[in-house]
C-alpha cells in the first residue's frame, strides 16, 4: 500500500539552484496537492491540481510551479531557490469532491 | 493567507486524562477533518465530518462538527503516550477542492 510517494526525502540546496519535487499516487485519485509546512504553522497550499490537465494557485505559489504529469504524478518545481523556501513539502491526493486528503511523508529541503 | 484558529496551540496532560481541542473559522464549512502528525511523518487521518451536528468516534477519539458550521472539536478520552504528535484540523467549503488547515495543537503526554 504505497498511498502518495514523494521523492526526495531529503535535499539540501545552494540559493539559486533549482530543484524539482516529485509525487506520486496509487490510488487513482482525480486531484492532487502541493503544500508547505513551516514551524508553528499550519501546512499553506501552494498549488493544486483538481483534476488531470488542470492546475490552479493556492495561498503561497510565488517562486513555484507545477506541472500534472499524468493522473498519477504531481511535481513542483522551484526555479531559483531562496532560503526563504527553506520547508517541509508535503504532496496530498483525493478520489474527488469533499473526500479526506492522504498525504506523502514530506521532503525536507533546506536551502543555503 | 487564510487560516483556521486552532486552540489550545500546545498542551502538557497527564496519562490518562482526557484531552479536548477546537478549530473556529469565520467562514461556513461544509467539511471538517482531524489529522495527526508523528515527528517526520505526513500528516494521518483520525476523523473525517460531513454534516453540522456530527458526532463521530474511532477508538477513543471523538469530533463533532459544530452547529454553526464554523467550528469543530476534538477529544480524546484516556490519554496514552503514543497520542503525543500535532494534531490539526481542516475545513473545506462547498465548491472548492481546497482545504484550510489549522495551526495545529501540539499534545504532550507525561507518564
Known amino acids: 500500500n504505497a498511498g502518495v510517494t514523494q521523492t526526495p526525502k531529503f535535499q539540501v540546496l545552494k540559493t539559486g539552484q533549482s530543484m524539482t519535487l516529485q509525487c506520486a499516487q496509487d490510488?487513482?485519485?482525480?486531484?492532487m496537492y502541493w503544500y508547505r509546512q513551516d514551524p508553528g504553522m499550519g501546512l499553506r497550499l501552494i498549488y493544486y491540481?483538481?483534476?488531470?490537465?488542470?492546475?490552479d494557485k493556492g495561498e503561497v505559489p510565488n517562486g513555484y510551479n507545477v506541472s500534472r504529469l499524468n493522473k498519477r504524478e504531481f511535481s513542483l518545481r522551484l526555479e531559483s531557490a531562496a532560503p526563504s523556501q527553506t520547508s517541509v513539502y508535503f504532496c496530498?491526493?483525493?478520489?474527488?469532491?469533499?473526500?479526506?486528503?492522504?498525504f506523502g511523508d514530506g521532503t525536507r529541503l533546506s536551502i543555503l | 493567507g487564510q487560516q483556521l484558529n486552532q486552540s489550545p496551540q500546545s498542551m502538557f496532560i497527564q496519562e490518562g486524562e482526557d484531552v479536548s481541542m477546537n478549530c473556529t473559522s469565520s467562514?461556513?464549512?461544509?467539511?471538517w477533518l482531524w489529522y495527526k502528525q508523528d515527528p517526520g511523518e505526513g500528516p494521518v487521518l483520525l476523523i473525517a465530518?460531513?454534516?453540522?451536528?456530527e458526532l463521530t468516534s474511532n477508538g477513543r477519539l471523538t469530533a463533532q462538527f459544530g452547529i454553526t458550521r464554523k467550528d469543530s472539536f476534538l477529544n480524546i478520552s484516556a490519554s496514552i503516550p503514543s497520542d503525543v504528535g500535532i494534531y490539526f484540523c481542516?475545513?473545506?467549503?462547498?465548491?472548492?477542492?481546497?482545504?484550510?488547515f489549522g495551526t495545529g495543537t501540539r499534545l504532550k503526554v507525561l507518564a
Open positions: 496530498a491526493s483525493i478520489s474527488g469532491g469533499n473526500q479526506p486528503q492522504h
Open positions: 490510488m487513482n485519485h482525480n486531484s
Open positions: 467562514s461556513i464549512f461544509n467539511t
Open positions: 491540481s483538481a483534476s488531470e490537465g488542470t492546475t
Open positions: 465530518l460531513y454534516k453540522a451536528g
Open positions: 481542516a475545513g473545506q467549503s462547498s465548491g472548492t477542492y481546497k482545504y484550510i
